[in-house]
Protein backbone atom coordinates (compact mmCIF):
# COMPACT_ATOMS: atom_id res chain seq x y z
CA UNK A 1 0.00 0.00 0.00
CA UNK A 2 1.19 3.43 -0.94
CA UNK A 3 2.36 5.93 2.07
CA UNK A 4 0.04 8.40 0.70
CA UNK A 5 -3.33 6.60 0.31
CA UNK A 6 -2.78 5.28 3.44
CA UNK A 7 -2.57 8.92 4.73
CA UNK A 8 -5.18 9.72 2.83
CA UNK A 9 -7.45 7.24 5.00
CA UNK A 10 -6.03 8.73 8.33
CA UNK A 11 -6.67 12.29 7.13
CA UNK A 12 -10.75 10.93 6.27
CA UNK A 13 -10.45 9.29 9.15
CA UNK A 14 -9.40 12.42 11.37
CA UNK A 15 -12.00 14.23 9.00
CA UNK A 16 -14.73 12.24 10.30
CA UNK A 17 -13.49 12.91 13.78
CA UNK A 18 -13.32 16.25 13.59
CA UNK A 19 -16.94 16.66 12.50
CA UNK A 20 -18.43 14.63 15.04
CA UNK A 21 -21.56 15.78 16.66
CA UNK A 22 -22.78 17.84 13.32
CA UNK A 23 -24.57 14.88 12.47
CA UNK A 24 -21.41 13.53 9.70
CA UNK A 25 -20.68 9.88 10.23
CA UNK A 26 -17.67 9.29 12.70
CA UNK A 27 -15.24 6.73 12.11
CA UNK A 28 -14.21 4.55 14.09
CA UNK A 29 -18.17 3.89 14.98
CA UNK A 30 -18.59 3.44 18.83
CA UNK A 31 -17.99 0.64 20.65
CA UNK A 32 -20.35 -1.97 20.42
CA UNK A 33 -23.27 -1.81 23.27
CA UNK A 34 -22.29 -4.85 25.41
CA UNK A 35 -24.18 -6.33 28.29
CA UNK A 36 -20.63 -5.38 30.64
CA UNK A 37 -20.65 -1.93 29.05
CA UNK A 38 -24.42 -1.12 29.82
CA UNK A 39 -24.00 -2.23 32.86
CA UNK A 40 -20.61 -0.35 34.01
CA UNK A 41 -22.42 2.93 31.99
CA UNK A 42 -25.54 2.55 34.26
CA UNK A 43 -23.25 1.91 37.40
CA UNK A 44 -20.90 5.09 36.84
CA UNK A 45 -24.34 7.31 35.41
CA UNK A 46 -22.25 7.71 32.17
CA UNK A 47 -22.42 6.88 28.77
CA UNK A 48 -19.24 8.66 26.29
CA UNK A 49 -20.44 10.00 22.72
CA UNK A 50 -17.89 8.98 20.00
CA UNK A 51 -16.18 12.23 19.01
CA UNK A 52 -16.82 14.09 22.49
CA UNK A 53 -13.67 16.42 23.63
CA UNK A 54 -11.09 15.45 25.46
CA UNK A 55 -8.25 17.28 26.79
CA UNK A 56 -5.99 17.19 23.42
CA UNK A 57 -8.15 14.77 21.53
CA UNK A 58 -11.20 13.55 21.14
CA UNK A 59 -12.61 10.15 22.77
CA UNK A 60 -13.01 7.57 19.93
CA UNK A 61 -12.38 4.31 20.36
CA UNK A 62 -10.12 1.66 18.22
CA UNK A 63 -12.39 -1.27 16.42
CA UNK A 64 -11.52 -4.62 18.58
CA UNK A 65 -10.47 -5.87 15.68
CA UNK A 66 -7.85 -3.43 15.47
CA UNK A 67 -6.91 -3.64 19.08
CA UNK A 68 -5.89 -6.62 19.11
CA UNK A 69 -3.65 -6.37 15.83
CA UNK A 70 -1.83 -3.67 17.12
CA UNK A 71 -1.17 -5.93 20.25
CA UNK A 72 -0.30 -8.95 17.98
CA UNK A 73 1.81 -6.39 15.68
CA UNK A 74 3.90 -5.25 18.78
CA UNK A 75 4.42 -8.72 19.47
CA UNK A 76 2.51 -8.53 23.46
CA UNK A 77 3.63 -11.59 25.38
CA UNK A 78 2.62 -12.04 28.74
CA UNK A 79 6.51 -10.65 30.19
CA UNK A 80 5.34 -6.88 28.80
CA UNK A 81 3.88 -4.04 30.50
CA UNK A 82 1.51 -2.26 27.89
CA UNK A 83 0.82 1.17 28.42
CA UNK A 84 -1.65 3.12 26.30
CA UNK A 85 -1.96 6.91 26.45
CA UNK A 86 -5.36 8.04 26.49
CA UNK A 87 -6.82 5.30 27.15
CA UNK A 88 -10.62 6.31 26.53
CA UNK A 89 -12.62 2.75 28.27
CA UNK A 90 -10.14 0.94 28.55
CA UNK A 91 -10.16 -0.87 25.47
CA UNK A 92 -6.26 -1.92 25.02
CA UNK A 93 -5.42 -1.72 28.52
CA UNK A 94 -8.34 -4.82 28.93
CA UNK A 95 -7.17 -6.62 25.75
CA UNK A 96 -3.07 -6.55 26.29
CA UNK A 97 -4.53 -8.40 29.80
CA UNK A 98 -6.92 -10.93 28.63
CA UNK A 99 -5.92 -12.09 25.52
CA UNK A 100 -2.08 -11.54 25.16
CA UNK A 101 -1.44 -11.93 29.31
CA UNK A 102 0.63 -9.01 29.37
CA UNK A 103 0.23 -6.25 32.18
CA UNK A 104 -1.40 -3.03 31.24
CA UNK A 105 -2.10 0.44 32.74
CA UNK A 106 -3.93 2.92 30.59
CA UNK A 107 -3.80 6.46 31.21
CA UNK A 108 -6.71 8.71 30.85
CA UNK A 109 -7.25 12.55 31.43
CA UNK A 110 -11.17 12.46 31.35
CA UNK A 111 -12.46 11.26 35.15
CA UNK A 112 -15.67 9.64 34.03
CA UNK A 113 -14.11 8.04 31.20
CA UNK A 114 -11.59 6.90 33.89
CA UNK A 115 -14.39 5.50 36.29
CA UNK A 116 -16.17 3.69 33.30
CA UNK A 117 -12.53 1.90 31.99
CA UNK A 118 -11.91 0.87 35.86
CA UNK A 119 -15.23 -0.61 36.05
CA UNK A 120 -14.89 -2.80 32.65
CA UNK A 121 -11.51 -4.02 33.69
CA UNK A 122 -13.06 -5.24 36.74
CA UNK A 123 -16.24 -6.52 35.24
CA UNK A 124 -13.49 -8.00 32.16
CA UNK A 125 -11.85 -10.01 34.71
CA UNK A 126 -8.89 -8.38 33.82
CA UNK A 127 -8.14 -6.80 37.62
CA UNK A 128 -5.03 -7.76 38.88
CA UNK A 129 -3.01 -7.37 35.85
CA UNK A 130 -4.68 -4.10 34.33
CA UNK A 131 -5.21 -0.94 35.45
CA UNK A 132 -6.71 2.39 34.00
CA UNK A 133 -6.04 5.94 36.02
CA UNK A 134 -6.20 9.49 35.71
CA UNK A 135 -3.63 11.30 34.27
CA UNK A 136 -2.26 13.33 31.85
CA UNK A 137 0.07 11.88 29.05
CA UNK A 138 2.35 14.96 28.74
CA UNK A 139 2.81 15.21 32.52
CA UNK A 140 2.98 10.99 33.60
CA UNK A 141 5.77 8.78 33.02
CA UNK A 142 5.38 6.10 30.65
CA UNK A 143 8.73 5.76 30.42
CA UNK A 144 8.77 1.72 32.08
CA UNK A 145 6.36 0.57 28.93
CA UNK A 146 7.71 -2.37 27.08
CA UNK A 147 4.74 -1.67 24.54
CA UNK A 148 3.34 1.62 24.16
CA UNK A 149 -0.31 2.33 22.35
CA UNK A 150 -1.32 5.20 21.01
CA UNK A 151 -4.49 6.94 18.96
CA UNK A 152 -4.15 10.65 19.48
CA UNK A 153 -3.51 13.19 16.85
CA UNK A 154 -0.43 13.44 14.31
CA UNK A 155 0.40 16.93 16.40
CA UNK A 156 0.42 15.03 19.52
CA UNK A 157 1.82 11.75 18.54
CA UNK A 158 4.92 14.02 17.29
CA UNK A 159 5.07 15.91 20.62
CA UNK A 160 5.52 12.59 22.50
CA UNK A 161 8.18 11.44 20.02
CA UNK A 162 11.02 12.70 21.42
CA UNK A 163 9.98 10.91 25.11
CA UNK A 164 9.16 7.88 22.97
CA UNK A 165 13.51 8.26 21.27
CA UNK A 166 14.29 8.32 24.79
CA UNK A 167 12.93 4.92 25.93
CA UNK A 168 14.59 1.43 25.91
CA UNK A 169 15.86 0.17 22.75
CA UNK A 170 13.32 -2.22 21.45
CA UNK A 171 10.72 -0.96 22.66
CA UNK A 172 7.74 -1.75 20.74
CA UNK A 173 4.86 1.43 19.71
CA UNK A 174 1.61 0.97 17.92
CA UNK A 175 -0.95 4.17 16.72
CA UNK A 176 -3.85 4.09 15.85
CA UNK A 177 -4.50 6.15 12.09
CA UNK A 178 -1.88 8.78 12.73
CA UNK A 179 1.93 8.59 12.08
CA UNK A 180 5.07 10.36 14.21
CA UNK A 181 5.93 12.99 11.65
CA UNK A 182 9.25 12.13 9.87
CA UNK A 183 9.68 8.94 12.11
CA UNK A 184 8.90 6.65 9.87
CA UNK A 185 7.42 3.31 11.09
CA UNK A 186 8.97 0.05 11.04
CA UNK A 187 5.58 -2.04 9.75
CA UNK A 188 2.25 -0.63 9.26
CA UNK A 189 -1.22 -2.49 8.60
CA UNK A 190 -4.36 -1.07 6.62
CA UNK A 191 -7.61 -2.36 5.97
CA UNK A 192 -10.11 -0.27 4.52
CA UNK A 193 -10.25 2.62 6.95
CA UNK A 194 -8.30 1.25 8.83
CA UNK A 195 -4.31 2.07 9.60
CA UNK A 196 -1.98 1.17 12.35
CA UNK A 197 1.56 1.71 12.39
CA UNK A 198 4.33 0.29 14.64
CA UNK A 199 7.99 1.30 15.49
CA UNK A 200 10.76 -0.05 17.30
CA UNK A 201 12.47 2.23 19.81
CA UNK A 202 15.40 2.20 17.97
CA UNK A 203 19.13 2.26 20.43
CA UNK A 204 21.16 5.45 19.57
CA UNK A 205 24.70 4.27 17.72
CA UNK A 206 25.47 7.28 15.49
CA UNK A 207 28.91 7.71 15.88
CA UNK A 208 32.53 6.31 15.36
CA UNK A 209 33.20 2.68 16.55
CA UNK A 210 36.73 0.73 16.73
CA UNK A 211 35.93 -2.87 16.25
CA UNK A 212 38.29 -5.41 17.36
CA UNK A 213 38.90 -9.32 17.38
CA UNK A 214 39.55 -9.79 21.27
CA UNK A 215 40.15 -12.96 21.59
CA UNK A 216 42.35 -14.63 19.85
CA UNK A 217 43.47 -10.91 19.12
CA UNK A 218 43.36 -9.97 15.35
CA UNK A 219 41.44 -8.69 13.02
CA UNK A 220 40.33 -4.38 14.06
CA UNK A 221 38.48 -2.09 12.04
CA UNK A 222 36.64 1.49 12.43
CA UNK A 223 32.90 2.08 11.61
CA UNK A 224 31.33 5.23 11.23
CA UNK A 225 27.91 5.21 11.51
CA UNK A 226 25.35 8.17 10.43
CA UNK A 227 22.15 7.68 11.90
CA UNK A 228 18.54 9.27 11.61
CA UNK A 229 16.09 7.54 13.67
CA UNK A 230 16.15 3.41 12.88
CA UNK A 231 18.15 4.10 9.95
CA UNK A 232 21.70 3.64 9.67
CA UNK A 233 24.69 3.85 7.10
CA UNK A 234 28.19 4.47 7.04
CA UNK A 235 31.58 3.34 6.23
CA UNK A 236 34.10 0.80 7.61
CA UNK A 237 38.01 1.70 7.61
CA UNK A 238 40.16 -1.11 7.00
CA UNK A 239 43.97 0.31 7.44
CA UNK A 240 44.01 2.64 4.99
CA UNK A 241 41.23 1.66 2.59
CA UNK A 242 37.39 2.63 2.90
CA UNK A 243 34.26 0.81 2.25
CA UNK A 244 31.04 1.55 2.29
CA UNK A 245 28.20 -0.02 4.68
CA UNK A 246 25.80 -2.55 2.36
CA UNK A 247 22.19 -2.74 3.77
CA UNK A 248 22.99 -1.38 7.60
CA UNK A 249 20.19 -1.88 10.18
CA UNK A 250 19.16 -1.49 13.55
CA UNK A 251 16.38 -3.10 14.80
CA UNK A 252 15.86 -1.81 18.80
CA UNK A 253 19.76 -2.21 19.99
CA UNK A 254 20.27 -5.21 17.39
CA UNK A 255 23.43 -3.91 14.64
CA UNK A 256 23.96 -5.64 11.38
CA UNK A 257 25.86 -4.31 8.35
CA UNK A 258 28.02 -5.85 5.64
CA UNK A 259 30.92 -4.78 3.37
CA UNK A 260 33.28 -6.18 0.88
CA UNK A 261 36.96 -5.76 1.58
CA UNK A 262 39.83 -5.23 -0.34
CA UNK A 263 40.08 -8.90 -1.34
CA UNK A 264 36.46 -8.22 -2.54
CA UNK A 265 34.76 -10.60 0.26
CA UNK A 266 31.28 -9.76 1.64
CA UNK A 267 32.03 -9.49 5.47
CA UNK A 268 28.38 -9.55 7.62
CA UNK A 269 28.41 -8.17 11.27
CA UNK A 270 25.07 -9.10 13.28
CA UNK A 271 25.55 -7.75 16.81
CA UNK A 272 23.64 -5.99 19.92
CA UNK A 273 24.47 -2.75 21.59
CA UNK A 274 25.49 -3.27 25.30
CA UNK A 275 25.81 -0.74 28.16
CA UNK A 276 29.22 -0.29 26.94
CA UNK A 277 29.76 -1.60 23.68
CA UNK A 278 28.94 -3.47 20.54
CA UNK A 279 29.30 -7.39 20.48
CA UNK A 280 28.90 -9.82 18.12
CA UNK A 281 30.00 -11.79 15.11
CA UNK A 282 31.87 -11.00 11.97
CA UNK A 283 31.22 -13.92 8.97
CA UNK A 284 32.87 -13.54 5.78
CA UNK A 285 30.74 -14.73 2.91
CA UNK A 286 33.15 -18.00 2.90
CA UNK A 287 31.70 -19.14 6.33
CA UNK A 288 34.58 -18.55 8.80
CA UNK A 289 32.84 -15.80 11.62
CA UNK A 290 35.30 -14.19 14.53
CA UNK A 291 33.33 -12.38 17.46
CA UNK A 292 34.10 -8.33 17.64
CA UNK A 293 33.83 -6.26 20.10
CA UNK A 294 33.11 -2.26 19.04
CA UNK A 295 33.75 0.86 21.50
CA UNK A 296 32.86 4.12 20.87
CA UNK A 297 35.52 6.39 20.50
CA UNK A 298 34.83 9.93 21.67
CA UNK A 299 30.78 10.80 22.38
CA UNK A 300 27.88 10.00 19.92
CA UNK A 301 26.92 11.76 17.22
CA UNK A 302 24.24 14.82 18.15
CA UNK A 303 21.03 13.41 17.54
CA UNK A 304 18.96 16.40 16.39
CA UNK A 305 15.84 13.85 15.54
CA UNK A 306 15.45 12.80 18.33
CA UNK A 307 15.13 16.06 20.40
CA UNK A 308 11.87 17.68 21.43
CA UNK A 309 9.85 19.66 18.46
CA UNK A 310 10.38 23.23 19.59
CA UNK A 311 6.63 23.42 18.67
CA UNK A 312 5.92 21.13 21.56
CA UNK A 313 6.92 23.32 24.30
CA UNK A 314 3.30 24.48 25.15
CA UNK A 315 2.90 20.62 26.14
CA UNK A 316 5.97 20.92 28.81
CA UNK A 317 4.97 23.99 29.70
CA UNK A 318 7.86 25.89 28.02
C1 LIG B 1 -9.12 8.80 20.44
S1 LIG B 1 -9.32 8.36 22.13
C2 LIG B 1 -8.52 6.78 22.23
C3 LIG B 1 -9.06 5.87 23.31
C4 LIG B 1 -8.39 4.49 23.36
N1 LIG B 1 -6.97 4.58 23.59
C5 LIG B 1 -8.62 3.75 22.07
O1 LIG B 1 -7.66 3.65 21.27
O2 LIG B 1 -9.70 3.26 21.84
C6 LIG B 1 -8.16 9.46 22.93
C7 LIG B 1 -8.32 9.51 24.44
O3 LIG B 1 -7.28 10.33 24.99
C8 LIG B 1 -7.82 11.09 26.06
N2 LIG B 1 -6.93 12.25 26.24
C9 LIG B 1 -6.87 13.40 25.53
N3 LIG B 1 -5.86 14.18 25.96
C10 LIG B 1 -5.24 13.50 26.98
C11 LIG B 1 -4.13 13.75 27.81
N4 LIG B 1 -3.40 14.86 27.69
N5 LIG B 1 -3.80 12.82 28.73
C12 LIG B 1 -4.51 11.67 28.87
N6 LIG B 1 -5.58 11.37 28.10
C13 LIG B 1 -5.93 12.26 27.16
C14 LIG B 1 -9.22 11.43 25.60
O4 LIG B 1 -10.05 11.76 26.71
C15 LIG B 1 -9.63 10.14 24.90
O5 LIG B 1 -10.26 9.25 25.77
Known sequence: MKRESVMGRAALAMVGLALAGQAFAVHPPPPPQTPLRDACEKEVGYRPKAGQKGKDAI?????????NRMLGMARTTADDYVIDLGAGDGNFAIAAAKRFGARSLGIEYNPELVKLAQCMVRGSGAEGRARVVEGDVFKDDFSKADVLTIFLLPHLNQCLRHRILAMRPGVRVVSYLFSMGDWEPNDLVAMELDVAFLWIVPARVGGRWAFRQLEPAGMSFTVDL?????????????????????????YGDQVRFAFRDASGVHQTFSGRLGPKDI?????????????LTGTLQGALHPAPWAEMDPKCGKFYGK
Open 59 to 67: WAATPDEFV
Open 226 to 250: TQIYQKIGGEVTIGDRRFPLLGATL
Open 279 to 291: TGDLRAADGESIE
